[in-house]
């Protein structure tokens, strides 16, 4: 409805920033999701909030080019 704030429910799952931590020592992290830009940057400062993950490697639907799929976009 217009002028009613837009509430989003994330669950992370057990162990995840553990998980986090040892994944990236041997991958290189990204954060891709179908919200929009201010919703996947609050999701990055709640699962890194150090920026020691993820960075600057967010992509949100903002800038994706293909509306449909991720997988599009990926390519």
Known sequence: MPG??????????PHLN?????ISRRFQLHIC???NRAYAHQLASILDP???YFCQRI??????FNPVTKSANLK
Do not use: A, M, N, V
């Open 4 to 13: 009613c704030p837009l509430i989003y429910h994330t669950r992370f799952r």
């Open 33 to 35: 999701t179908f919200g």
């Open 59 to 64: 992509l949100s639907r903002d800038e994706c």
């Open 18 to 22: 553990k998980f986090l931590e040892r």
């Open 50 to 52: 150090k920026r020691q």
